[in-house]
């Protein structure tokens, strides 16, 4: 099978020892950067495109910076549609520029920040002491 000029490998890719090092996974994230293109990638990592794929749904490190690496393609794809537009292009083929910018998947929102609860604790905290100071009879903090 042939994606985009490149042969997709399978699990048993010649040369695959299912292991992937800072180097594989470097490669494989800069190629897709590039290009956007998956198969195409992992060739020039030398790890099967199923593996890759299995990579991203068990690692969500790896997942994060695949998103990262495929918004950098849909970037460059954006960079030259413009450049194409305004007269200084290389020729790339506009209607399917324009279909893949519509299937680009929306940007997922970095995850929430954590509330900081310091002044609810101290809150809570305060309201504890004041009622066990009138149990007590001891005094009230301030």
Do not use: C, N
Request: net charge positive; hydrophobic share 45%; aromatic share 6%.
């Amino acid at each position: 099978m042939t994606i985009a000029g490149q042969e997709a490998r399978s699990w048993d890719a010649g040369g695959w020892d299912g292991r992937w090092t800072k180097t594989k996974r470097e490669t494989f994230l800069d190629h897709l950067s590039m290009t956007g293109d998956v198969a195409s990638a992992a060739a020039a990592a030398g790890v099967p495109v199923m593996a890759a794929y299995a990579k991203r749904r068990r690692e969500a490190g790896f997942a994060a910076a695949w998103q990262m690496a495929a918004a950098g393609a849909y970037e460059r794809l954006e960079a030259a549609i413009v450049a194409q537009v305004l007269g200084g292009g290389s020729g790339i083929d506009l209607k399917t520029a324009m279909l893949l910018l519509a299937q680009r998947p929306a940007p997922v929102a970095p995850p929430a920040r954590p509330r900081d609860d310091r002044r609810e604790a101290a809150a809570a905290l305060l309201k504890q002491l004041r009622a066990q100071a009138k149990r007590g009879g001891t005094p009230e903090p301030a």
